[in-house]
């Protein structure tokens, strides 16, 4: 019996082992398996080579507990047990690879190394056609592969940093019936030899860097049925080599075909006026021409396309008198950034009965269009950049109160809600956008299930306590109001929020006290409120912060030390409040590795400049590049019910820029400035300071400093405003200082400086006021002339007289005043007698001075 139990009992163990085993580790699928070992049994091991290093296929094998995850250069993928992965180098391997070899069915394939085997002078295969996982490629394309006289696919697409060119000699290629580049790094221009591929069918060369006309030759590729060029840089006209194109079915093109279903030509900058092609299309469903330049009216047979289910127009400069009647069965609609009106007809109620998303921002509308009440499915509405003024009619929401999810009305005109009606029941609604209107009222309680409430820039009043009851925001922007009352704690409670912008208000109190541990916020902004008492120790909770603004309030506290446990911070501003006391002590730490702007202006901040501060700011310390100009944002995806949003909030502050407070709407991601003044630090500045080469601000004015001026300011290359005014600092302005080609603005006004001022291109551009107050200073543009010996000419007699008798009638004025104080007698006696012995010695050192100097610039 206790033997039973005891097999029982190891029983139950193997197989818990076993379970375990499975379950932390997938084994390979069995499908796959077989399609190693097949391939394995193909070849044999050759060690005679001289690159035969390991034979890696020896550990394989189909018994025992392992799987083929577990083989020597095998990868899988940890959560699907799919191969992934072949590295098989340097493994004697000694056979022929042929194109039916059971290696193409490792499908889940992305990375396959092969190299220094022998194949026996094997072709290269079809079969790697089907291993359609992206390549990772990268550099520059070899062009031998389109010498290839019999090639028919050349798939490469979804490699971004594969760069190269289509050349001439594609032409010919005869064979090739898929010619697929999207998603790569190519560029230049279409050759004509293109027109020669007579079997290509299939091409797609979107979201490269193609630019130039594509030749009109390209009516003669008679066989292509789906066509792809959107995301390039082409331009000029199209339209004329498309007619020819009869059997293309898919396309980001045109054609004048009958079976046409489905049409693309967003983002290929087209011009011109868009041709009447439309007659014959009736099975059309899809017609997106997004984001071009085309212009002029709107062909009146696009109305006419009954099938229609989607339109896109926007972005382009179309003008239109929209007759929508007949597209019964139109779903989306965009118009964005047209000349559009309506035509209005007192029967509404048959017009897009299955619309559900209708964007019509930026068409000049002046009031809201009256088939929107009647829209019963309609889910997403977007009326923004419009000139509609007045107020929001109830009857807006008839039709579709229950179904919006999406409302953008902002920068319009709107001054309230009609019938006073300010909270209206939009039980689905997550996204609503009024900002920049001109609203009076009572802020509006967001509805239940807000993800994205924007309604700032209006004229709103009163406090915002109704906020508690969206549990679910993301994004909250109430800035740019006269908003007042305390803010209410609630809002650190919701874990969701990730955007939170008050500023510009009337707030009073104290910021929240409670985040929790998981708190999502990455935009904190309260400026320019009347908040008091110190900065709630519980933001060291919200770990994905980037962006701290509390500046232009009346908080009371010393530094905040403990924000430095937020590594991801990117600018914090804390200027014009009541802060206090030293930075840091010899204990401090900090690490602020992302720090770009960092202000501390205007408070009442002591000791020595904080070094330990200065040095942690490690991404100053690196000058990166950017091939095109991005700004400090957040970006949130908005997840709709089956779509989603990505939404840029962009940083905004008030800074400092070359001695004059600008306010940026947006603020450039190569932007690096440190403003610590208007504070009380003494002491020097340190040396360390010059680590932080990608520094574009430095602003250490109005404090207490003393010491010199580094040399090591020089190395901040691509420094444009420096401010070191209104402190103790002495000695020499740093001759080293000319060297920085981008500083056009720099202030030295009032210390105790000496000595020449550098001469250089920017040094030469400042005015007079950046150096004055500085008793020793001398030169340009100072008018107390720097002189040397270099500067000074031979003297001539009739020179040297003129010099002596204007010195000598300065002197006789100066002893007359002097005369007027002691007694008018005693001052000309004195001021004679001193004037002739005066005489005698100008003209003796004048003739020495003279015959002392050989030629200018030499003694």
């Known amino acids: 019996m206790a033997l039973s139990l005891f097999y029982v009992f190891c029983t139950w163990i193997v197989f818990l082992v076993m379970i375990h085993s499975s379950l932390a580790k997938p084994l390979c699928h069995r499908d796959e398996s077989s399609a190693l070992m097949e391939f394995k049994r193909n070849f044999r091991i050759n060690r ?14 189909s018994y025992g507990l392992g799987d083929c995850c577990s083989w020597d250069g095998v990868e899988c993928d940890k959560a699907t047990g799919h191969v992934t992965g072949l590295d098989l180098s340097n493994s004697c391997l000694f056979g022929t690879i042929t194109s039916n070899t059971s290696l193409f069915h490792l499908l889940h394939l992305e990375s396959i190394n092969l190299a220094w085997n022998d194949f026996n002078s094997s072709s290269i295969p079809y079969g790697f056609g089907n291993l359609s996982r992206q390549c990772g490629l990268y550099g520059e394309f070899s062009i031998n592969i389109f010498q290839l006289p019999n090639l028919e696919v050349l798939d490469i697409s979804g490699n971004g940093n594969l760069s190269g060119e289509i050349p001439v000699s594609i032409g010919n290629l005869v064979f090739l019936n898929k010619l697929l580049i999207w998603l790569c790094h190519f560029s230049g221009s279409l050759p004509t030899s293109l027109s020669n591929l007579s079997q290509l069918a299939y091409l797609d060369i979107s979201y490269n860097k193609f630019h130039g006309q594509i030749p009109a030759s390209f009516a003669n590729l008679t066989q292509l049925s789906y066509v792809d060029l959107s995301a390039n840089n082409f331009t000029g006209d199209i339209w004329h080599w498309l007619v020819n194109l009869s059997k293309l079915t898919h396309l980001r093109l045109i054609a004048k075909l009958i079976i046409l279903v489905s049409f693309h030509l967003a983002d290929v900058q087209l011009s011109g006026p868009i041709p009447s092609l439309f007659d014959n299309l009736t099975r059309l469903v899809v017609l997106d021409l997004l984001d071009n330049n085309l212009e002029g009216e709107i062909p009146n047979s696009l109305w006419e396309l009954k099938d229609l289910e989607f339109l896109g127009l926007d972005w382009n400069n179309l003008s239109s008198t929209a007759d929508l009647h007949k ?26 009965p299955k619309l559900s998303i209708l964007h019509l921002s930026s068409c000049n509308l002046h009031e809201f269009p009256n088939f929107i009440g009647n829209l019963s499915r309609l889910k997403e509405v977007d009326l923004s950049n419009n000139k509609i003024g007045g107020s929001i009619p109830t009857w807006v929401w008839n039709g579709s109160g229950d179904t919006l999810e999406w409302v953008d009305l902002s920068h319009n005109f709107l001054t309230g809600f009609g019938n006073n009606q300010i909270n209206q029941p939009l039980p689905k609604l997550a996204y609503l956008d009024i900002s920049s209107n001109q609203l009076k009222t009572k802020l509006p309680s967001p509805p239940p299930l807000a993800v ?44 969701s929020l990730s955007i939170l912008d008050l500023g510009k208000n009337k707030f009073k109190g104290t910021i929240p006290h409670a985040y929790p541990k998981d708190s999502a916020l990455k935009i904190i902004d309260l400026t320019e409120n009347r908040l008091q008492g110190p900065v709630p120790r519980s933001l060291v909770n919200c770990k994905m912060l980037e962006y701290l603004n509390l500046g232009f309030n009346q908080i009371l506290d010393g530094f905040p030390l403990w924000l430095s446990e ?28 992302n720090m770009h702007i960092m202000d501390l202006s205007y408070n009442s901040f002591s000791g020595e400049l904080p070094s330990k501060l200065l040095q942690s700011f490690r991404a100053m310390k690196v000058i990166v590049s950017q091939d095109r100009l991005e700004y400090m944002h957040a970006l949130e995806v908005i997840y709709l019910p089956q779509m989603g949003y990505e939404k840029v909030v962009n940083y905004g ?26 504070n009380k630090f003494e002491g020097c500045i340190p040396n360390l300071i010059g680590d932080l080469k990608s520094l574009h601000s430095l602003n250490l004015s109005n404090n207490i400093l003393t010491g010199s001026i580094p040399p090591s300011l020089a190395n901040l290359t691509e420094l444009e405003s420096l401010d070191l005014s209104r402190n103790n600092l002495s000695g020499e302005i740093p001759q080293q200082l000319a060297q920085l080609t981008f500083l056009s603005s720099f202030n030295v006004f009032h210390n105790q400086l000496s000595g020449p001022i550098p001469r250089g291109t920017q040094f030469d551009t400042f005015a007079i006021d950046s150096f004055t107050m500085n008793k020793g200073l001398r030169g340009s543009p100072l008018p107390k002339k720097c002189t040397t010996l270099g500067d000074i000419l031979p003297l001539s007699l009739s020179s040297q007289q003129e010099i002596g008798e204007e010195s000598l009638l300065n002197l006789v004025w100066k002893f007359v005043l002097i005369g007027a104080g002691v007694g008018f007698l005693i001052g000309i006696v004195l001021g004679n007698l001193i004037i002739d012995e005066k005489s005698r010695w100008f003209l003796h050192s004048s003739k020495r001075i003279a015959k002392g100097w050989k030629r200018p610039g030499r003694r």
């Open 48 to 61: 005679e080579t001289y690159y035969c290093v390991y034979p890696k296929v020896e550990s394989w094998s």
């Open 327 to 352: 597209l019964k069965n139109l779903e989306s609609l965009y118009l964005d950034s047209n000349n559009i009106s309506f035509i209005s007809k007192t029967e509404t109620n048959g017009i897009l």
């Open 452 to 495: 994205y409430y924007n309604i700032s820039n209006n004229f709103l009043f009163g406090e915002i306590q109704s906020i508690c009851r969206a549990r679910s925001l993301l994004i909250l922007d109430l800035s740019n109001y006269s908003l007042n009352g305390t803010i209410p704690s609630c809002l650190g409670n919701i874990e």
């Open 566 to 593: 937020l590594t991801k911070l990117k600018a914090i501003i804390l200027k014009s409040n009541k802060f206090h006391g030293p930075i840091e002590t010899y204990r401090s730490q900090f690490n602020f590795s």
């Open 653 to 678: 502050m008030k800074l400092m820029s070359k001695g004059t407070e600008r306010e940026y709407s947006k603020v450039p991601n190569a932007l690096m400035q440190v403003d610590l003044s208007h």
